[in-house]
């Protein structure tokens, strides 16, 4: 890493990159993907050392939010999830959404989290909430190792519809992502939105059919929640994985849209709010 810090290849000081387009930001960046790697490695690290339990954090946190949900919607209020016995489903929607859950906050906060070598040394500043994303699969690897667990244990059956899974999450990781640009801009001027974030999120998985089935939304407003981008993808993934069925690929195919759109509008806006972070920060 040394020898990283005083290249001047990887940390030359770039002053007209507002000038350039999407697809030239992409190229500059990809030139500093020795720096990025190191700091994914880096990030990884430091995070789960610093904990007593290490990666059993990634394992404990969706399981400990499952069985909270599992208890409310499960046992009291008795969600009825077909023929997929609930902990199994909550098991399986609550993986994903905590990983969506860290691209989100985590990348909001990836700015002012790194204040110190944002104003020290120059890079791609986009490496902090990609690097969001690249921890988050770590989680998300174990998590589904979890999901594998409860499959054996209720003998859930194998269907080739659990291959249409990568649809879904790839999409999540898009709208995700792109929500990160958007929030780590507006977070360099208006801190008191990192305050208001969790409160969104958490609003957010009420609005969607991650602790419920789509199933059970009364027919007449579930036409509001599919106008929501989440709702079909949990949808999707809960029923290429759950339910062996693929009902929803118009709805999906509308959030990828949608996904793709915040994706590229959200990192834009990020470039542009990039040269003031200095200043703001």
């Known amino acids: 890493m040394k020898n990283l810090i005083s290249s001047t290849y990887i940390f030359e000081a770039e002053n007209n990159h507002l000038k350039r387009g999407l697809w030239g930001h992409l190229v500059f960046a990809a030139r500093y993907w020795p720096f990025f790697a190191y700091w994914v490695r880096r990030t990884i690290i430091a995070r789960y050392s610093s904990t007593s339990v290490g990666l059993l954090w990634a394992i404990f946190q969706p399981l400990l939010s499952s069985?909270?949900?599992?208890?409310?919607?499960?046992l009291v209020m008795r969600v009825s999830t077909g023929p997929v016995p609930y902990g199994l489903f909550i098991v399986t929607s609550m993986v994903l959404w905590t990983y969506f859950n860290r691209i989100v906050f985590s990348g909001a906060s990836s700015i002012i989290t790194n204040l110190d070598i944002i104003t020290r040394v120059r890079f791609p500043r986009e490496f902090l909430p990609l690097a969001v994303v690249?921890?988050?699969?770590?989680?998300?690897?174990?998590g589904t190792i979890i999901i594998a667990i409860m499959f054996v244990i209720h003998g859930h059956p194998l269907t080739p519809y659990m291959l249409l899974a990568i649809w879904p999450f790839l999409v999540l990781t898009a709208f995700g992502l792109g929500l990160g640009f958007i929030f780590a801009g507006l977070t360099s001027s208006v801190r008191d939105l990192l305050q208001?974030?969790?409160?969104l999120i958490q609003l957010s998985l009420y609005m969607t059919p991650v602790i419920y089935p789509i199933t059970a939304v009364p027919p007449t407003i579930q036409s509001f929640f599919v106008v929501n981008p989440?709702?079909?993808?949990?949808?999707?993934w809960q029923e290429t994985l759950l339910y062996g069925q693929f009902t929803v690929a118009g709805p999906l195919l509308l959030s990828t849209v949608v996904s793709l759109i915040v994706l590229t509008l959200g990192y834009l806006f990020f470039k542009r709010s990039e040269w003031l972070f200095a200043d703001r920060l």
């Open 67 to 74: 069985l909270v949900y599992l208890f409310v919607f499960s």
């Open 134 to 142: 690249a921890e988050s699969l770590v989680d998300l690897f174990f």
């Open 196 to 199: 208001v974030l969790p409160m």
């Open 230 to 236: 989440l709702a079909p993808i949990f949808a999707a």
